[in-house]
């Protein structure tokens, strides 16, 4: 199943719920139209980096999941880097051994696969989805057919269909949105695909005539007609994005929660049910449909708030290709880095944690701040869930930058969705934003906790530069986001469990917070016009030196460049920070006191086998104000 990063996680074994393979069936079930040089960085030479490829069992922490419970997922998989374990280099390490069973894949292909190649795979199965934006389709079958096709000279990789579940005022003034609305910058005429559980029609995502929604387009990717959302993320996510205010505006309101581009159009492709359980295929099909409908609803942002630990390369993960294959059709696709930042299994401190397909390195990958109650940026932490680099497998440093993810405030669904009945710790009291009438339970607004928060707040940036300057290409905006950003973390901080109290420590680095803080004013007041792509870089780590190289590729954007090199994006000392005397904006080695094992596991990629797609938020966060530290309870 795919999840949503960490909302599917509160049972008291992580992932440890019921996750139904879904039948895609006819994909537009329940569609509904409405109006329309290398630098380096030194690390301790007695470091281990062996790359075993024996299988091992390596638990990681359910990050963003109550303290009480088992925060324990296990990895059973150690990959080289050089290839995959398990059955060949085209069969994912996940696919059951057992040759008798059946089990829905998602195969890839050279070429766009001929009628005959279809035809043929058919009988031996059910062909269930065939796929536009990648050569790829959709099918149930043998588990003895799918280890004859490994021989399959056009086949490319195969993988099973994984399973996926799934203040704002603020956060506004946090990322300065508010003086880009000033200027008229609300997202008017941009589309944006909320590819999540949902959404449920509000009076905050309509137009401004009171009649029209701005929900433009809905589509249900689950097997029914229903697009509204039971489970309570979609609609909390539209509204970070898009939601205009509405219901906290006016006589008797103190505080007003507006959604970053408060007029832009929004795309609703359903992909997770009431449990926030869904399939990869499902979320491959809606991103189909958004490619699609891209001229029809003019659709440039595409938001994913959820994910899935890495099962392998990027180059193979047909999420990844997907979401590849939308941003070169000229959409900007943000994706959630993911939820574990507290796992410590080995002593890594959260760091290789980056989910898939957040280690793509074309999408804008977004790590999740903390605000500690106060709209300055001053005071503002680095979150203690929120996943950080470099990616497993392929090292990618991520994420890209972070923006305010903990305790924001935005759309409920209905006081019956999943999320606000099972966790009342989400639940926001009208007497916090009103003065007039009864005190309980908001029916309008609730609070989540994430880098799936954090990722619509960037998604709406996205939509704000689009409408100043139409012309903008993906890498562009990605490029003028990251450069724009503001570096301005302590160079080491700390977030406490809101349920447990127990304190976990950070250092602002360059693997926890990629380019640094976005701010909107700044990314809108960019002039600059790269032309090269703008790929994430790759950190590679030498055994022999001990020492971490960030690769200079002169064929993307920061290659070597005095407007977007290195020490542009990445701080202004760098040349001293990555010759292992210091990490980005801090005063330790990167990776701090991670311990040799945790540096092998890093370096080697492992993987999880057993984790399903996940929604990218939870109810417990860290505290909005930062308790004493001689108080709080140790890191475990």
């Known amino acids: 199943m795919i999840s949503l990063n960490n909302t599917c996680s509160f049972n008291v074994e992580f992932w440890q719920q019921s996750c139904e393979y879904m039948a895609d069936g006819d994909s537009r079930t329940g569609a509904t139209m409405k109006t329309r040089h290398t630098k380096t960085l030194q690390l301790p030479r007695s470091i281990s980096t062996s790359n075993s490829r024996t299988a091992s069992s390596l638990p990681i922490s359910a ?29 994912a390490p996940d696919l059951p051994k057992n040759s008798n069973s059946m089990v829905d894949v998602i195969v890839q292909f050279h070429n766009p696969p001929t009628k005959a190649q279809l035809k043929q795979l058919g009988a031996y199965g059910k062909m269930k989805k065939i796929f536009n934006g990648i050569n790829a389709a959709h099918l149930s079958l043998p588990m003895s057919t799918v280890q004859a096709l490994e021989s399959d000279p056009s086949i490319v990789y195969i993988s099973p269909d994984r399973p996926t579940a799934g203040s704002l005022d603020m956060v506004a003034a946090t990322v300065n949105a508010t003086m880009a609305w000033q200027y008229g910058w609300d997202g008017t005429g941009v589309g944006v695909a909320v590819i999540d559980s949902g959404v449920t029609p509000k009076n905050d995502l309509m137009a401004s005539d009171g009649v029209n929604s701005r929900v433009v387009y ?10 509204t959302d039971g489970y309570g993320h979609g609609t909390h996510v539209a509204g970070v994005v898009g939601g205009n205010g509405k219901d906290s505006s006016g006589v008797g309101f103190t505080r007003m929660f507006r959604g970053m581009a408060p007029n832009v159009n929004l795309i609703n492709l359903r992909v997770l049910d009431q449990n926030g359980a869904g399939t990869e295929s499902g979320v491959i099909a809606a991103i189909d449909r958004a ?16 994910g899935h630990p890495v099962y392998e390369s990027y180059k193979l993960d047909p999420l990844c290709q997907e979401v590849e294959a939308a941003w070169k059709a000229g959409i900007v696709v943000v994706v959630a880095a993911g939820n574990y930042g507290r796992e410590n299994s080995y002593g890594r401190h959260g760091y290789g944690t980056i989910a898939s397909p957040g280690n793509d390195p074309y999408v804008i990958t977004v790590g999740a701040t903390n605000m500690n109650g106060s709209s300055s940026r001053d005071n503002d932490t680095i979150a203690s ?71 619509p707040v960037v998604s709406g940036a996205a939509a704000l530069m689009i409408q100043k300057q139409p012309s903008l290409t993906p890498d562009q905006i990605k490029a003028r986001l990251m450069k724009s950003a503001t570096r301005l973390f ?20 360059i693997f926890a917070v990629g380019a640094g803080y976005l701010d909107i004013n700044a990314a809108l007041a960019s002039t600059d016009l790269p032309t090269l792509p703008a790929l994430s870089p790759v950190a ?35 040349s001293t920070i990555l010759n292992g005397s210091s990490v980005i904006w801090g005063s330790s080695v990167v990776w701090g006191d991670c311990t040799m094992s945790g540096i092998s596991v890093i370096w080697g990629g492992a993987v999880d086998i057993r984790s399903p797609l996940q929604a990218l938020s939870a109810d ?6 930062l308790p004493d530290p001689t108080t709080a309870a140790p890191l475990p």
Not at 218 to 227: A, K, L, Y
Not at 293 to 302: A, E, P
Not at 490 to 509: C, M
């Open 63 to 91: 990050t963003g999941v109550h303290s009480g419970f088992k925060r324990l997922i296990r990895v059973t998989t150690l990959l080289a880097f050089a290839g995959l374990a398990f059955g060949g280099p085209k069969l």
């Open 218 to 227: 809905s589509e249900s990717f689950i097997g029914v007609s229903d697009t």
């Open 291 to 306: 490619i699609q409908l891209k001229n029809t609803y003019n659709i440039r942002v595409l938001n994913l708030s959820l």
């Open 385 to 455: 869930y929120s996943s950080k680099g470099p990616t497993m497998v392929d090292h990618i440093v991520k994420p890209d930058l972070v923006a305010p993810g903990n305790s924001v405030v935005s759309l409920l669904a209905s006081p019956t969705c999943t999320l606000f009945m099972s966790f009342p710790k989400t639940q926001v009291n009208t007497s916090t934003y009103e003065t007039l009438g009864s005190t309980g339970a908001a029916g309008s607004y609730f609070r989540l906790s994430g880098t799936s928060m954090a990722t």
């Open 490 to 509: 302590p160079q080491h901080s700390y977030g406490v469990d809101f349920l447990s109290q127990v304190k976990y420590d950070s250092q602002s680095d």
């Open 540 to 574: 590679v780590f030498n055994s022999i030196t001990g020492k971490v190289t960030i690769m200079r590729d002169f064929s993307v954007v920061w290659g070597d460049s005095v407007v977007w090199g290195d020490s542009v994006i990445w701080g202004s000392g760098l």
């Open 620 to 625: 417990d966060g860290d505290t909005d104000t």
